[in-house]
Structure formats: C-alpha cells, structure tokens
C-alpha cells in the first residue's frame, strides 16, 4: 500500500534538535492529519488540515508545528522535544469536506527523543 | 467526550478459530472503521461500514454496523497466523464531525 507514504521511518533526536516529517497522499485526498501514538494509549489526534487550511489543533504544545503547503504534502516541525514526545507519528488522508470520512494511514515514523 | 469501549482487550487463539471483538459507544455515529495494526507500522483499512444494519465482508472478515448505530462488529474465520496484530475500531461522524473516535484496540495471538 503506497497510497500514504511518510518519511523517515525511524527517527532518533535530541531535545535540543530540530527536524521534520514528511507526509505525502497520492489518493487525491483533500484533508489530512498527524496522530501519535503512544505505547499502550489510543491514538491521540493532532492535528487536522482540510484544503490546505488548518481545521483542528488538538491543544498541542507548540513545539509541534504543522506545515500543509498542497493537498498532497503535511510536515511536522519538530523543536525542542522532550522524552515524553517519543512515540509513533502517523498521518493519514481522507477525500475531506465530509461529516464522516474514511481515513487513510501512512507508515508512521518511529520517533525516539533522547 | 466520546468514547468507544472495545472489547475483548486481547485475544490468544489456536490457527483456524473464529475470532469475533466488538465495540460499543455511548453515542451514535454514522461511519463504523474496522483497520488492523502491525508492529511498528500504520493502520490499515479493513472494512469499512457506512450504514445501519449493514454487514460487509472482506474474504474472512465480516463486520455489521449496529443497528442502533452504537456498536459494531469484527468477525475472523478460519484464523491463520498472519491475522495476529493490533485490530481497532473506529467510529465517525455524529457528534464527532470529521474526526475518528478510536477504541482501544484488540490486541491478537494466533498459536499455530
């Protein structure tokens, strides 16, 4: 499955680092989103963009910055971590506009903050 | 604010059993998710149910969209190895426009 493909897949940082996801959708979706997920918690949603406009910020500090430059394309700005932001960081896509769309995953990136 | 209670929370089951896990919630939605988890990977689409009433099967996965459109359901027949994982539901719309509400998991051990 390569509808969602997300990158890198494994990342290690420092607190003091600065780095980014990527995210790209090749369904011709319209909205798309950042989880995380911790160990043994249910996926926590961060954050929602709908036609490139940010629809949803799940109250997330803001060393977590979200970038949505086309329908296709979401970042995830990452400063200043901390060890309790190491968790699993998946984006997923759904056609948009609609009160209860299918969503799609990509991969994940495994990020570990020392 | 919403929740899904899934059921069961793990499963330990021997090669060509039938599985079965549900979820339950407390308030309607109009889209029922069913999508399994690897290790280490993203979830994947199962089935997906968009209907009160409606029972869609996916080869040996079926699943039904509770007629009250508060709960739905996940049957395996004929486990085999490869079904172990993580499965989640999923419920959205109703109150929670646009958003996914998840269930906490069922975590399967298929012993061959």
């Known amino acids: 499955e390569t509808g969602v493909t997300q990158t890198p897949r494994h990342l290690v940082m420092g607190m003091t680092n600065k780095k980014s996801l990527k995210c790209e959708q090749h369904?011709?979706?319209?909205?798309m989103y950042w989880y995380k997920q911790s160990a043994k918690k249910p996926l926590e949603l961060m954050f929602v963009y709908n036609f490139k406009e940010q629809t949803e910020n799940n109250s997330v500090p803001s060393r977590f910055s979200p970038e949505c430059p086309n329908s296709s394309h979401l970042f995830l700005h990452l400063h200043t971590l901390q060890p309790e932001d190491s968790a699993l960081y998946l984006c997923?896509?759904?056609?948009?506009?609609?009160?209860?769309?299918?969503?799609?995953f990509g991969p994940g990136t495994r990020l570990t903050v020392l | 604010g919403q929740q899904l209670n899934q059921s069961p929370q793990s499963m330990f089951i021997q090669e060509g059993e039938d599985v079965s896990m549900n979820c339950t919630s407390s308030?309607?939605?109009?889209?029922w998710l069913w999508y399994k988890q690897d290790p280490g990977e993203g979830p994947v689409l199962l089935i997906a149910l968009y209907k009160a009433g409606e029972l869609t099967s996916n080869g040996r996965l079926t699943a039904q969209f509770g007629i009250t459109r508060k709960d739905s359901f996940l049957n395996i027949s004929a486990s085999i190895p490869s079904d172990v994982g993580i499965y989640f539901c999923a419920g959205a719309g109703g109150t929670s426009y646009g958003k996914l509400t998840f269930g906490q998991g069922t975590i399967l051990t298929v012993h061959p």
């Open positions: 997923a896509s759904s056609q948009g506009g609609g009160e209860a769309d299918t969503q799609y």
């Open positions: 308030s309607i939605f109009n889209t």
């Open positions: 369904l011709g979706h319209n909205a």
